[in-house]
């Protein structure tokens, strides 16, 4: 697992999300959940132990969960999580270019976060979008019928959204 | 054919959320009438010729009879709502519309076996629906469809949502169960089944969200109402994917036995711009790919699998002449590679092989006995593979090289660090 320095501060809401569930082994994925969305969409190692301590599942067994769901990820991740489809209803409509339109308006590939921290751009897989794609789910809210053109307008309204939340 | 609306009949007029207005357009009146006789449940729903609308099509009233013929102290029904099958959001509008038809579907089948507790696992890629489903649930249970004594019947059944963390694999009802209890999603070994030893080792149903969503209607409007719809050996309506190059994609509901052809044409509106259909994969990402020709197949199981196309969850994904096929398998396998769980080995290593073979066609590198080891090691993993998702991988290659030979060309004469 990646080594990392996650705050005390974060630490200890983890520790105090983790806690309500010690002995049932059966919370593990709501809890992880709930982690990762206080801990910078992320699941580090540290993070982990905090986990495996309160809940008392080893953390082999945290490790072996966390790496099997595609929504848990060891490291930090950006703000905003941008999951680009790429199956195949959305391929035969164009996914590739639209991803090449995300990744050169944010200045990185699928797989990275920005710089700033503000975006992780992902390829996911079908996010039951068939009807209008491609598609993209940005957080919770997809958007869909995306062609190249509309990217860069996209990315400007999802930035305002944050500028106007902070 | 006309569209029917059964399952989504008054979705879209009515709140999601507010049983009052679910009631108004007769819901919960299924539930009612099954709490005061639940030992006809099963025969009426076995008497409808239901099968379920997940993939499989197994026949719904034997899959519960062996819930409540298995004697426990604690049952569970559990709703499957992963609906990951890329080409497949069939669920996601049944749940977004009228998510309180799939509560009386539970409460009803739990009503027919003894379970107390439900669950519906719903997928992470559907973030939006956990609100919806959760002030439903609420405003279920204040009203007492859900909870302590169900519309007064003296029955207990509450619901809960467990949302997933995004796994293709968790959709086979076993792998789903699994990581219910908080594990990995992979899929067990049956037998035994989960209707006999499911969750935490206790008889559960396992069911589509559209399969329950039947079930209210046929339990109001009885067996012989719902035999008139569709087929003889598939009744009833399908909530039918359309997706790819077609005017107008999107969930449309129809009796069973609707042809392709009239799901393409009178209701997708054709391929735009004037382009010509080239290809049709049928059943979602694992169904198998067929060719124009065989565009008057009508969506029943029987007949599809006659006719080489795949029933499944009722998904048509349509591909126009500017495509390449081969590109598109290649998207498909490599969809397969990722979701695999790693259990079984002919799934594991069986489709990074299957990728491998189709690049070499799309990189004109082939030669015949790749040709035939490809097609040795589909059939291979259709019967080794420990679940559907391994013996359904290969099925669009299997048919693409069936329906398409044209497309995988073979150059015998290529060599290794040649050309």
Not at chain 1, 110 to 131: M, R, V, Y
Not at chain 2, 269 to 285: D, H, R, S
Request: glycine share 10%; proline share 6%.
């Amino acid at each position: 697992m990646a080594s990392t320095n996650t705050s005390p501060e974060i630490l200890e809401q983890v520790a105090a999300i983790a806690s309500r569930w010690k002995g049932r082994p059966d919370m593990l994925i709501p809890v992880l959940h709930e982690v990762q969305a206080v801990a910078h969409n992320s699941i580090p190692k540290d993070v982990a132990k905090v986990v495996s301590y309160e809940m008392g599942i080893p953390i082999a067994q945290i490790y072996s969960v966390q790496t099997f769901y595609s929504f848990f990820s060891k490291e930090k991740r950006g703000k905003v999580l941008i999951r680009l489809c790429k199956t195949a209803p959305c391929h035969v409509k164009g996914t590739k270019e639209v991803l090449e339109a995300f990744e050169s308006a944010l200045g990185i590939k699928a797989g990275q976060t920005t710089s700033d921290g503000a975006f992780t751009l992902e390829t996911c897989e079908c996010i039951g979008a068939c009807d209008v794609s491609p598609a993209v789910l940005i957080d919770d809210t997809v958007y869909g019928n995306l062609t190249p053109e509309k990217v860069d307008e996209l990315i400007l309204t999802i930035s305002q959204m944050e500028v106007d939340e902070s | 054919m006309e569209e029917l609306r059964v399952v989504l009949s008054k979705a879209g007029d009515i709140s999601p959320i507010k049983s009052s207005e679910y009631v108004s357009v007769g819901g919960y009146e299924g539930l009612r009438k099954a709490v005061e006789a639940p030992e006809k449940v099963i025969e009426f729903i076995k008497a409808s010729g239901l099968r379920g609308r997940g993939g499989a099509g197994f026949p719904t009233g034997l899959k519960l009879s062996f819930t409540a013929n298995t004697p426990a102290d604690q049952k569970y029904i559990v709703c499957n709502a992963d609906e990951g099958e890329p080409g497949t959001n069939k669920d996601r509008v049944i749940m977004e519309e009228i998510p309180h038809r799939i509560f009386e579907g539970m409460a009803i089948a739990a009503v027919a076996v003894g379970a107390d507790q439900g669950y519906i696992y719903l997928r992470a890629e559907y973030p939006h629906l956990k609100k919806i489903l959760e002030e439903a649930l609420a405003d279920a249970r204040e009203h007492s469809f859900i909870g302590p004594n169900i519309v007064n019947s003296g029955f207990n059944f509450d619901i809960q949502l467990f949302i997933g963390a995004g796994a293709y694999v968790c959709g086979e009802e076993t792998a789903l169960l699994d990581s219910l209890e908080g594990k990995r999603g992979e899929p067990r070994f049956k037998p035994p089944f989960p209707g006999v030893a499911g969750l935490w080792g206790k008889p559960t149903l396992v069911n589509n969200v559209e399969t329950l969503a039947n079930l209210p209607a046929i339990i109001l409007n009885g067996p012989e109402w719902f035999r008139q719809i569709g087929t003889e050996k598939c009744p009833g309506t399908k909530v039918f994917t359309l997706s790819g190059n077609i005017l107008n994609p999107g969930v449309y509901e129809y009796p069973i036995g609707v042809t392709i052809r009239e799901l393409f044409e009178d209701v997708g509106g054709c391929c735009p711009n004037g382009k010509k259909l080239y290809a049709v994969q049928t059943g979602g990402a694992s169904g198998n790919i067929i060719p124009p020709s065989l565009l008057d197949t009508p969506m029943d199981i029987e007949r599809c699998s006659e006719n080489g196309a795949t029933f499944g969850a009722g998904d048509l994904m349509f591909i126009d002449e500017d495509r390449c096929l081969l590109d598109v398998l290649e998207n498909l396998i490599e969809f397969f590679e990722h979701e695999s769980c790693g259990k079984c080995t002919p799934c594991r290593t069986g489709n990074p092989q299957l990728l491998a073979l189709i690049r070499k066609f799309k990189n004109g590198t082939a030669k015949q006995s790749d040709l035939e080891l490809m097609l040795e090691l589909g059939n291979v993993m259709v019967g080794g593979c420990l679940c559907g998702l391994g013996q359904a991988a290969p099925n669009p290659i299997l048919s693409a090289v069936r329906f398409f030979p044209e497309v995988f060309k073979v150059n015998n004469n290529y060599e290794r660090g040649a050309s």
